[in-house]
């Protein structure tokens, strides 16, 4: 699916879960009457691994209500009413992604305030992980970093926001990039985009110019927008296990969180709107939204004409690392970086038969570790071989299931088995 | 809560038209193209040319053995699956593939009985006794081929190949291993090639074998690991063998297209659920297949090793499997 980013047309309602990142929840500072301005902070992330929250509209506070994520948590929830006038259309893509981005980052920007302005903006990471940016963007005591990467690769087929993304703005990712770069002192500037998007990496080239910031191409394959085999495939540099790509001397983030944070720093504008891809065979017309932060997941699919007669599945995020979700009042939230609608064809159930020993998984994990051995350690829960065999290491992509002739659930078994290995550890 | 009861996972009752959805973890799709079903039917497709060429050659005898070895194995299954109190399991179509392979494995003057008893006991003692499919760890035909050679060894030994009275010219010969263990002569290379001599049904043509095992490599139903680590390793060892007796090169293709090396690379090696799970493991489970082949058919008894050899590869998969865990990204830093 390649259509241009579209404005969505305010919501009259918006729920904006009080955690919507990974870390701690952030506090809601506002109570129910109160009217709340567009950009408002309505949640402070007092943690240090947290993300302020603010308002996408302008309103008036309903109530602190209680939201189901896709990934089955309830949380609480400001709901707002949208009242009075709202920025839209074109006024509100202009604003977000529009407009001039300088290309210097002045000297009266010191990497702590740099750092200061992506927290109070509520920056989480948007690729889908939501980790609190300002966390990897502010300046190590301990850890020297010498390269920013910036991950243009898309981490899901099916989703192509980062793509659009980079065609219709990448002047704000170059300027995001130099800015955050300035934050972790970083010498070097790689954003890494696959060899399967040229739009994309001729507008980026052009809007780079003469700075700093390189293109790096890559092959297209799933999962290359994993930071650490991103880190392998470009610096040709290994994530010691357990540990953080800062370990190598790398920051990483991806194209639209960079985004986030020249809009952020440059125009001091919070972080309320996304882009997000509706697509899948199961929608009647796939689109590339600008949506607010807490709009229901029945509003987008309304707007892209409802779902189809054999629609089946409907996942937030892409098809191989998404959660699937039945409850349709479920918000938008700030790691939703798409909806995919599955028909009944896509996930026809097929039995689970034995394994054939046949390696397919060990062939196409991208960590080198054995999903068949660690799916089986899981299934009769033997904790000592899923440790012995690196359980941890396994992000979960879905390759090994992807590609299992036995249609064994190995990720599923995986996860379960993580559970245990870290329950045994932390007693 | 009373809002999320509103909208249930159900579809609404007034819009029965509607969309049915449901929830499972992710990933929520796979691969089609590859299933252990379609595993199963490539591997019945690449015997073809082998199947073929040993029917040409060896007539109603191949047709027979080829009918009662799948035949037995079948019924084998449908029995030992009920016996065990489980599910049959006939459609995945691993009782035809073990039958293929060990009727085309078989010689052609085998009694009827020999092969419906290496049948039953290819899927009884090789197969189900383990747990049914995945849980061997023995190939199955070669279990099934090994219990009627020790049993039979009279009917089905080396020697039990040749039948001066058999409906086909090519019995009546030595086979190409044979006559090289007992008397040191060179069959013709292309017939050796293509198949034109005695030996067990399926084997003699390296070339159906080859055709049919680069197919499955290129599927990748089989690791091509397995078959040119393995075939790899004869050429070393009986290139040296020749180097050292000065055969000028005969005695290597003896070696390679004689007896049952391509058709046991190809075909019996690659089982995946005898065989090791990595790159690595397959490499190594190759190479020894290979070498042992050529330490039986040089030192030992037996004219030809395949068999033995993989048999011996399969008891030490797993200890294979435990020296070659994958080194995973990041580990020993």
């Known amino acids: 699916m390649d259509a241009p980013i579209e404005v969505m047309p305010p919501p009259k309602r918006v729920v904006l879960p009080l955690l919507q990142n990974i870390g701690a929840p952030c506090e809601a500072v506002v109570k129910p009457k109160q009217e709340v301005a567009w950009g408002e902070t309505i949640g402070l992330g007092k943690a240090f691994i947290s993300a302020n929250l603010h308002s996408p509209v302008s309103g008036v506070v309903e109530k602190i209500g209680v939201s189901t994520l896709p990934n089955g948590r309830h949380l609480p929830a400001i709901n707002i009413r949208a009242e009075g006038e709202q920025v839209t259309g074109q006024a509100l893509y202009e604003d977000v992604l529009g407009g001039h981005w300088p290309k210097d980052c002045p000297a009266i920007y010191y990497p702590a305030t740099i750092a200061k302005a992506v927290h109070e903006s509520g920056i989480v990471g948007l690729g889908g992980a939501a980790f609190p940016t300002h966390v990897k963007v502010r300046p190590y005591d301990t850890k020297m970093i010498d390269t920013l990467m910036i991950n243009g690769c898309e981490c899901e087929p099916y989703l192509t926001t980062d793509y659009r993304l980079m065609v219709e703005a990448p002047k704000p990712v170059i300027s995001g990039a130099l800015y955050a770069a300035r934050a972790v002192a970083a010498q070097e500037v790689i954003i890494c985009v696959e060899d399967n998007k040229p739009e994309a990496i001729k507008q980026l080239r052009m809007a780079a110019g003469h700075t700093v910031v390189k293109i790096a191409v890559l092959k297209t394959k799933y999962p290359q927008g994993s930071e650490k085999q991103l880190i392998k495939a470009v610096l040709d540099l290994e994530v010691p296990l357990g540990g953080l790509p800062a370990d190598v001397g790398v920051a990483m983030s991806n194209v639209a969180t960079i985004a986030a944070i020249a809009r952020g720093v440059i125009r001091e504008k919070p972080l309320t709107h996304r882009v997000i891809s509706v697509t899948g065979a199961g929608i009647v017309r796939p689109k590339n939204l600008l949506v607010p932060i807490g709009i229901s997941m029945a509003e987008v699919i309304d707007y892209c004409g409802g779902l189809t007669r054999d629609a089946a599945r409907i996942v937030a995020g892409g098809p191989m690392m998404g959660f699937a979700f039945s409850n349709l009042t479920t918000p938008v939230t700030k790691g939703t970086s798409g909806l995919t609608v599955l028909t009944h064809d896509d996930v026809r159930a097929e039995n689970e038969t034995h394994c054939v020993r046949c390696g397919r998984c060990v062939d196409v994990c991208p960590m080198h570790l054995v999903p068949t051995k660690l799916a089986m350690a899981s299934r009769y829960g033997n904790v000592a071989v899923a440790q012995q065999y690196n359980i941890t290491a396994c992000f979960e992509c879905g390759c090994c299931t992807y590609a299992c002739p036995a249609r064994i659930k190995l990720v599923q078994l995986i996860r379960m088995g993580k559970i245990m290995v870290i329950a045994r550890s932390k007693n | 809560m009373a809002q999320q009861a509103a909208i249930s996972q159900k579809p609404d009752p007034d819009d029965a038209q509607g969309p049915s959805l449901h929830v499972a973890p992710s990933p929520h799709i796979h691969d089609r193209a590859f299933t252990t079903h379609r595993m199963m039917v490539d591997v019945v497709l690449a015997l073809t040319p082998a ?261 011996l590869m399969n008891a030490v998969t797993p200890l294979i499997n435990r020296w070659t865990i994958p080194r995973t990204m990041g580990e020993g830093f």
């Open chain 2, 51 to 311: 199947v073929a060429m040993a029917v040409y050659l060896f007539r109603w005898s191949a047709l027979i053995h080829i009918t009662l070895c799948v035949g037995v194995c079948l019924l084998s299954e449908l029995i030992f699956t009920r016996m065990r109190g489980r599910k049959a399991t006939l459609n995945d179509l691993s009782a035809v593939v073990t039958g293929l392979i060990l009727a085309l494995s078989m010689p052609a003057t085998a009694p009827w009985y020999a092969a419906v008893i290496a049948s039953a006991a290819a899927i009884g003692l090789g197969k189900i006794i383990f747990g049914g499919l995945g849980m061997n760890i023995f190939n199955p035909a070669m279990v099934g081929r090994a219990f009627v050679m020790i049993s039979f060894a009279g009917v089905m030994g080396a020697g039990a190949y040749e039948s001066a009275s058999g409906m086909v010219d090519v019995i009546s010969q030595a086979t190409p291993m044979n006559a090289l263990k007992q008397s040191g002569t060179f069959a013709m290379v292309p017939n050796l090639f293509l198949g034109l001599t005695n030996g067990s049904i399926g084997e003699t043509s390296a070339l159906a074998c080859l055709l049919g095992g680069i197919y499955l490599c290129i599927r990748r139903t089989a690791s091509w690991e397995i078959p040119a680590a393995m075939i790899a390793t004869v050429l070393l060892i009986a290139g040296a063998a020749d180097i050292v007796g000065h055969f000028g090169g005969r005695l290597v293709l003896q070696h390679l297209l004689g007896g049952a090396l391509f058709f046991g690379a190809f075909f019996i090696a690659t089982d995946p659920v005898s065989s090791p799970l990595s790159s690595r493991g397959k490499l190594i489970f190759g190479a020894g297949s290979g070498a042992l082949v050529m330490l039986l058919r040089m030192f030992s008894g037996y004219p030809e090793g395949v068999m033995f050899a993989v048999l």
